[in-house]
């Protein structure tokens, strides 16, 4: 790890000695096929002590994990001698990790979903996208005069969640990047949803099931 945290001070900062804003750990476990056998040896336990060592060492600011579920966060704080800054965890709005969001916010750790369009569900409907097909989303954008990413953008901001969405154009870019630029602040937002909204948006979750039924 610490040949990577290295190498990666040098892409990002073009200098080894500026620390990393934020590194998080990816997974908890390997998937399949995606890791050596030396790799899959090491528990992300280990993993997080490493990166703990690392941020004591001045090479990181801020660490955090990515896709941990309710308990794995709980044995991670358990556990944990340096601040969980941040989880990173699959949110949309059929699958909003409430749980998961509601116990990272007792312990001000900044939640930021990812995957927010949709594109976990798309093995399940052959490539169609529920979310941007769903009546209800498409609804709402009609009434704000915006698309469906754009509410679902301006959704996670009022959420008070982190989101990082994924593009694949410019105009794209520059979509996403409006709400985002703008703050979740009322004045500012480029599409307030309001209560009725929020409520609306909050039922969609869980009415698909998994992505794996």
């Not at 990166?51 to 090479?59: F, P, R, T, V």
């Not at 308990?71 to 340096?82: C, H, I, T």
């Not at 009609?142 to 698309?147: D, F, I, Q, R, Y």
């Not at 469906?148 to 979509?175: C, F, K, M, T």
Request: net charge negative; aromatic share 10%; with cysteine.
């Amino acid at each position: 790890m610490e040949a990577s945290i290295t190498e990666s001070k040098k892409l990002l900062n073009g200098d080894e000695n500026i620390p990393i804003d934020i590194v998080l750990l990816h997974t908890p476990y390997c998937w399949s096929g995606h890791c050596s056998k030396e790799e899959e040896s090491v528990s992300w336990q280990v993993g997080w002590r490493n990166l703990e060592y690392s941020m004591q060492a001045g090479n990181i600011l801020s660490i955090g994990v990515s896709n941990f579920d309710i308990g794995l966060l709980k044995e991670l704080l358990n556990m944990a001698d340096l601040k969980v800054s941040v989880i990173q965890n699959w949110m949309d709005p059929f699958h909003q990790d409430l749980e998961v969001r509601k116990y990272a916010a007792q312990y001000s750790i900044v939640y930021m979903g990812y995957s927010s369009f949709g594109t976990q569900w798309q093995g399940k409907y052959n490539g169609d996208n529920p979310v941007f097909s769903n009546k209800l989303l498409q609804g709402i954008a009609e009434k704000h005069g915006t698309s469906v990413s754009g509410v679902v953008l301006s959704w996670l901001l009022q959420e008070n969640v982190v989101a990082i969405p994924r593009a694949s154009s410019y105009d794209h870019i520059r979509e996403n990047a409006a709400p985002i630029a703008n703050g979740p602040d009322k004045d500012n937002l480029q599409v307030f949803l309001d209560k009725d909204d929020i409520e609306a948006i909050r039922s969609l979750d869980g009415t698909l099931g998994t992505p794996w039924e």
